[in-house]
């Protein structure tokens, strides 16, 4: 089993559509939890941290339940420039990030 | 400011051949990050420096691969020879530090292709 594992993809949806990405981790001592936007052929880039409480960022609402291990990533009114892949990420401690697979996303007009 | 700087962006060689990658973290990152990331998975952390110290280097196949980091700064990872299955994206990233606050910023990846 995977340390970080993500919802198979693709996501095909239409401009405007909210779409949820869900992720589990196994490791209960992990410290912090991110979601990275990679863009086909670029590097990963950081999209928002997850906290306890939730968080929001515009369109982007960002949740973790670490009695579930499990962390979300919701997309309101989407666009065609969120197309991209959706990475959920653990920080370990001392500093390592464990990737999931990823979530491909593509808005179509 | 500058990003993380990689070199080459692309590369292709054939099996067995060496090959050597180069990163330049973006100024004043202590930490180091060396990633490979096959196609459709996300990264994998080959190793990790601070400073010019490797602290992490659990997960690099050191039967091929080597690095260095010498002077804190810049960095190079080898590969020699190189297989079929090195065929990947290679990542450098760096962080200020290595606590779970900081965040890692990431270069452009160099794409190898062995044949």
């Known amino acids: 089993r995977k340390e970080v594992e993500q919802d198979p993809g693709p996501f095909n949806v239409p401009e405007g559509a909210t779409v949820a990405f869900n992720c589990t981790y196994s490791?209960?001592?992990?410290?912090?939890f991110f979601w990275y936007r990679q863009d086909c052929r670029k590097e990963p880039k950081l999209l928002m941290s997850v906290y306890s409480s939730g968080n929001e960022d515009g369109r982007f609402t960002a949740q973790l339940n670490r009695a579930s291990q499990y962390i979300s990533l919701l997309i309101r009114d989407s666009k065609l420039s969120d197309s991209a892949t959706y990475l959920c990420v653990v920080h370990h401690q001392g500093g390592k990030l464990i990737f999931g697979q990823g979530t491909e996303l593509s808005v179509k007009p | 400011e500058a990003g993380v700087v990689q070199s080459p962006r692309y590369k292709i060689i054939e099996k067995k051949q060496p090959v050597a990658f180069w990163c330049n973290p973006i100024s004043g990152h202590n930490t180091l990050y060396w990633y490979r990331q096959n196609l459709g998975q996300g990264p994998e952390l080959l190793i990790r420096y601070e400073n010019e110290e490797a602290v992490d280097d659990s997960q690099l196949p050191k039967d091929r691969f080597s690095a260095e980091r010498l002077k804190g700064v810049d960095s190079t990872l080898k590969i020699q020879p190189a297989e079929l299955g090195d065929s990947a994206v290679y990542l450098c990233?760096?962080?200020?530090?290595?606590?779970?606050?900081?965040?890692?910023?990431f270069g452009p990846g160099t794409r190898l292709l062995v044949l």
């Open positions: 990233a760096s962080s200020f530090s290595d606590t779970y606050q900081e965040t890692q910023y």
């Open positions: 490791n209960s001592a992990s410290q912090s």
